[in-house]
């Protein structure tokens, strides 16, 4: 390898009670794409800001082409060329893209007053490097969020650009602009440029990396050429274990009548007579892009969507779904996509969190009973295995997979027949991932739950699901029995689609 | 380019063709409106709420609310007054740049405690206003300065007009409209301006790409309350009264003019042209319900609805949009 653009020998950082990174050897070369691995608390983000110049470390050295350099600062930082691309893009939907754009210059400048053209120039040089066309004068809270990543990279290389740092840049991307965005990461890597990137899907990683480097615990515990890495190796670096993955069978009477029947059900344009049933016991995947209509399916059966058309039976019985206390009631609990804004009171407490779908289960008369609550709370912290050793924490400082274990575990306490997950591992690391994983198989076998699974996340419904519906336009296209299926034939299915 | 598509997405727009229509409509009823008497009459009501309006926008862009505005205004109002009575002062130059002052300092008091303790906008503005009357009243008095002892020179400059065809158009519609240029330059064309914009969509990120959020914060409070300081003494020269109890309720009309001219309470998102359109419509509406002799306590029944309606309206559509 020819001299590293910036290496780090043998760097520890140490945060009271913990060594957030311990003795780390790392080096990233020019035009190299390397992907950083590892669970939450790994030390990757704590890599990225000591690379950026936001932390400094306590032992170690940090050396810039070559040459070691003392009292490394944001602003030497940058002034390397180093540049970071967190996941909020902090870009500022008011003002304009050219604005967004050029802001930085102007404001390094010492500028006082703005001008439009100025902006545009600046702006239109910018997306010109990237060879991307964006509307200069629209707003940037008018744009897709595929837009709003690709101006924070054009801006990010608005200055001489050495290393382009990228936390986690697909979560939000569907598809078809995770392709667009990779083409753009190989064409900055042509330009000369490092690109290091964090990335829980190991897919992505695979796709896009020279090389990756795996983290666990502070340290670094595998590193090598992509080509020598498989998922299975990424998860056994990360986790320190291998993970079985062993598919799920369905070992029920396809005969009895199922727990939900639907018939023709139909969401204005975006679901289309669709009719699939669900027996207890199943886990179901529900596959398709991004608008597929897969999500307003799921709104539908859980009464969010009281203009629909066509027949849900559960157990036999008709529902109408009208509202969702009316879908609780019957026994269909959902758990959102974004359980940030759906799903969680981030400053309320665990067992509030947890009991507040199912209130009555924690009253003494018409009082919430707190020692009612605190049971409640620590039976499901002990059930779903949530991190926790007090259930009075707030639940923003829980972990990923922490809060997602408190969204499942409070549907857990509605008594559901029907439980209806929508992507319920998105953002959680891999370890949580499985602990989820196996908590939703266990409650289809012993309890009989009838799960339906939405996910983009391909290898989660291979392994979890017995059957997968593949979704478009609104409509079923086909069941799949995931067994003799890979990954690849999903993939190339889903492509097929667009 | 701006389509024909986008223009009518500007709440600007609707604005314009709402005051359009109700123009039309009074028109009918009684053709007098569009006598050029009462148009001009109708622009100078506009002068006064829509510089506070301006000062209101500022700080509804950066993400805060100011409420304490009518209080500054009666303050800087006040003291200049009665400051120019005591030593006999014939300008109206140092006055005027006395009130903007008085209320600037008022301003970067807000700001002081907005940035420096992280306090929630509204709790300081509601405080600063009951604070600043109270010593207003406390300290310097209640007696209003009735029109024989007002100065002459405020007294004379207030009625400054321009005459028209034979209608007079007060020239205070001219400072307005040099105001609202001034601070349309201000929030587009200077960084200072558009850091506003920033730091109302995210403060953090503003930091972040390097503004300097303190000053923005500072420039933001300090420009309101320097333009209610303003507004206070223009309006004294203009009803040929100093009141120090005046202002009382204006924050609602004030605060329901930006609103309607499109402004997100929510930062980030407002202008200029709107503020102007949406102090007009307020002006309109209430100069019609007298016109058409409705009771004074309909008005304010008309006003509120007004403003549930139009933010309604925005709030529908802002969630079209997002749909």
Redesign the interface.
Known sequence: MAVPLIELRGVTKRFPGMKALDGIDFAIAPAEILCLAGENGSGKSTLIKIVSGVYAFDEGTLLIDGVPVSGFSPRAAIAAGVQVIYQ?F??????TVA?NLA??R???EG??????AECRRLGAQALARLDVAIDLDARV??LSTADRQIVAIARALMSETRLLIMDEPTTALTGREVERLFTLVREIRARGIAVLFVSHKMREMLEISDRICVFRNGRKVEEGPTTDFTEARITRAMTGQDLGHERYGWTGDAAAEPRLRVRGLSVGEAVRDVSFDLRAGEIVGLSGLLGSGRTELALALFGMEPEHRGTVLLDGTPLSLASVPEAVEAGIAYVPEDRLSEGLFMSQSIARNVVASAIERATRGPFLSDDAMTALAERTVADMKIATTDVEKEVGKLSGGNQQRVIIGRWLLTGPRVLILNGPTVGVDVGSKAEIHRRIRELAVKDGLAVLMISDDVPELLHNCNRILLMHRGAILDDLDPRGLEEDDIHSRLKTLR | MMTLAKLMRRSETAVFLIVAAIMVVIGLINPAFWQADNLFNLLRANVIIGIMALSVLVVM?SGGIDVSFPAFAAAAMYLTVLAMNAYGHEGVMLPFIGATLIGLICGLANAFFIHTFRMIPLIVTLGSASVVRGLLLGLVGTSIVNIDRMPPALIAFGRSSLDIGGAKLSVMVFVYLAIAGAVWLFL???????SI??Y???A???K????NTRRTVYVAYGLAGALAGFAGLLHASMIWLANPRDFVGYELDVIAAVVLGGASIFG??GSVLGTLLGVFLLVLIKNSLIIMRVDNTWQGVVVGGVIVVATALTAWRDRK?LA
């Open positions: 909020d902090s870009l500022f939907p008011s003002l604005e802001m930085g102007l404001l390094s500028r006082r007053l703005v001008s439009p809270g008018d | 862009i587009s064309r200077t960084l200072t301006g558009r914009f920033a109302g969509d995210d953090e990120s503003a972040r790409v390097g503004f980030g998102r949009t």
